[in-house]
C-alpha cells in the first residue's frame, strides 16, 4: 500500500542517501524488523519533507515541518515501528500526524492506520501527499490525540510521536490486551521512550531509551503555555 504507483522522477535521485539512512543509522544501530527495513528504504521521506529541507531529508537528525513542529530523526521513527511488533493485520493508532512520515511506514506495516493532528494545516498536507502516495488505509483526524479515539479503540498499537507528562489513562484504556502504547515521557531536559504492553490486570512499562521530542499538548498532555 502506498507509493505503490506513481513515484516521482525525483525519487531515485535520493536512492542513495535512502540506502545510506538504512545501513548506517538503522541497521548499524540495531534496527533487525524486515518490515521497518523494507517500508524505510522503500518510502521516499523526501516528500513528507518541505522543500526548503530536502537536501537533507535522510540525515541523521529531525527536521523542521512548520508551526514549529518537527519530522522525527529516522532512527527514533524506525525504533518506535520495531517496538510495535506488527504482523500486518492491525488496526494502529499514531498522536502527531506532523509529515506523515510515520503514518506511512505504519500503513505498509498494519491495515488500518487512524492518526490523529492538532495542527489543521500539518493535517491537511500530511493528507494530501498520503492521497498522492496512493494509500487507502490511513484516516487523519484533526484534534486532541491524547484523549486518543474511543469511537475506533480498542487498538493493538498506539505510538505517541510527541513527549506526554505521564502516560495518558485514555490511552491505555483504548489498549487490546496485549497491545502496545509506544510514547516518549518526560520535560523539555530529560525524556525517556516507553514501551507499555497492556496484560490486561496490569501495565507492563519497559524503557527503551533517551529522547528529544516536542510536547503533547492536550487535555492529557501539557497545558499550551
Ligand atoms: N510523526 C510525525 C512525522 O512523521 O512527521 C512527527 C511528529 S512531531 C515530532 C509531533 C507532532 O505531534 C506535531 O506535529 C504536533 O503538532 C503533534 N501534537 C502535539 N500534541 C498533540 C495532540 N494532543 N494531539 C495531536 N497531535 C499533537
Not at 510495535?84 to 493485520?89: A, P, V, Y
Not at 484516516?139 to 487498538?155: E, R
Not at 491505555?172 to 490486570?201: A, C, F, S, T, W
Request: glycine share 8%; net charge negative; hydrophobic share 40%.
Amino acid at each position: 500500500m502506498g507509493f505503490i504507483l506513481n513515484l516521482s522522477q525525483n525519487t531515485d535521485k535520493y536512492a542513495a542517501d535512502r540506502f545510506h539512512m538504512v545501513q548506517y543509522q538503522l541497521v548499524n544501530r540495531g534496527i533487525h524488523d524486515e518490515g521497518v527495513l523494507k517500508a524505510m528504504s522503500e518510502i521516499p521521506r523526501h516528500l513528507f519533507v518541505p522543500e526548503l529541507y530536502r537536501h537533507a531529508a535522510y540525515d541523521d537528525c529531525p527536521l523542521p515541518i512548520g508551526e514549529g513542529q518537527t519530522i522525527s530523526q529516522p532512527y527514533m521513527v524506525a525504533i518506535m515501528t520495531q517496538c510495535l511488533e506488527l504482523k500486518g493485520d492491525e488496526k494502529v493508532l499514531e498522536i502527531g500526524t506532523g509529515s506523515g512520515y510515520q503514518a506511512a511506514i505504519l500503513g505498509r506495516l498494519a491495515s488500518h492506520i487512524y492518526t490523529i493532528e492538532r495542527h489543521s494545516a500539518l493535517a491537511s498536507r500530511a493528507k494530501t501527499i498520503l492521497k498522492q502516495a496512493g494509500y487507502d488505509n490511513i484516516d487523519v483526524i484533526v484534534g486532541d490525540g491524547s484523549l486518543g479515539l474511543p469511537d475506533k479503540a480498542p487498538f493493538h498499537g498506539i505510538i505517541v510521536t510527541a513527549c506526554a507528562p505521564h502516560a495518558p489513562k485514555s490511552l491505555l484504556d483504548q489498549l487490546e490486551i496485549g497491545g502496545r502504547l509506544i510514547l516518549p515521557i518526560g520535560n523539555p531536559y530529560h525524556q525517556i521512550l516507553h514501551q507499555m504492553v497492556n496484560q490486561e490486570k496490569r501495565v507492563e512499562d519497559r524503557n527503551i531509551l533517551e529522547c528529544a521530542f516536542v510536547p503533547l499538548i492536550g487535555e492529557e498532555g501539557w497545558n499550551e503555555e
